[in-house]
């Protein structure tokens, strides 16, 4: 089996923490194994060390032999990266009410996804058999799936203007201010990605607050289709909302 196989799910799996949203400063080739495993983790304003230690953890797996020095500073610089977010997510809960409850699911999904991050190089570094690893990374792909998506309910297949207004009418009558949509029909987004979005409609609430369990809840009675997404999911959902209507369709080149 070529190695180049398994780099592909696992540079997924990373992208999902921010991974390629921050170009490392570092240049002059792969970063020196050496680097200190044992200091204390830097708190998540340090984005020098986030990107250090991602800059280590890509190099390492576009490493055709990384050797067990390589590989032990890899699993220590996915450590590092889940420490910061796990201490940024505990100091958001300290802080209770003083924090918005989005901010918090963001800072939780956050820690989530570094942990998988640490699964796949502690994988990495225990398996010799690069067929066990990739199922692994396959294993976890799934479950990235399963936990982005929190519900699909398969009601009627349309859902007309006058459906959405009367949705908008009850949900401003029960928390006093607008549904928020991002996305009516067609959108640049989702032409970018490929969807033909017709027909449905996106609002912008994570499925897991007040609001998001109250529009689930209210399409579930109406017999609405809908897929609620609590995070991103590749090829799927940019971020938490929820999907009424079908699932998107291909769109279909000069359609």
Known sequence: MRFSVVLVPAFVLLAGTGFFLI???LHGGPLPVEASLDRAP???ED????????????NTLNSKNPNDAEIAAMVGAAGRRYLRRKM?????LREGSKIPPATVDALREDVEKARHVCDITESFGRHTDLATLEAEIEMEQRLTFRTGLAEHHEGRLTFSDDDLKA???????????ALPISARGESA?????????RGRTDVAVSPD???GAWVRRYLTAKGVSFFAFRSAVKGKATGAHIHIGPASGKRVPGA
Request: net charge negative; aromatic share 10%.
């Open 47 to 58: 984005r020098v060390a986030d990107e250090y230690d991602a800059e280590l953890i890509r």
């Open 209 to 211: 607050t007040t609001e």
């Open 189 to 197: 987004v989702h032409r970018a990605m490929g969807f033909d979005h």
């Open 167 to 177: 949705l908008q009418r009850d949900f401003l009558d029960t928390f006093h201010r």
């Open 42 to 44: 830097a708190p998540m």
């Open 88 to 92: 940024a997510y505990d100091a958001a």
């Open 23 to 25: 170009r490392p400063k």
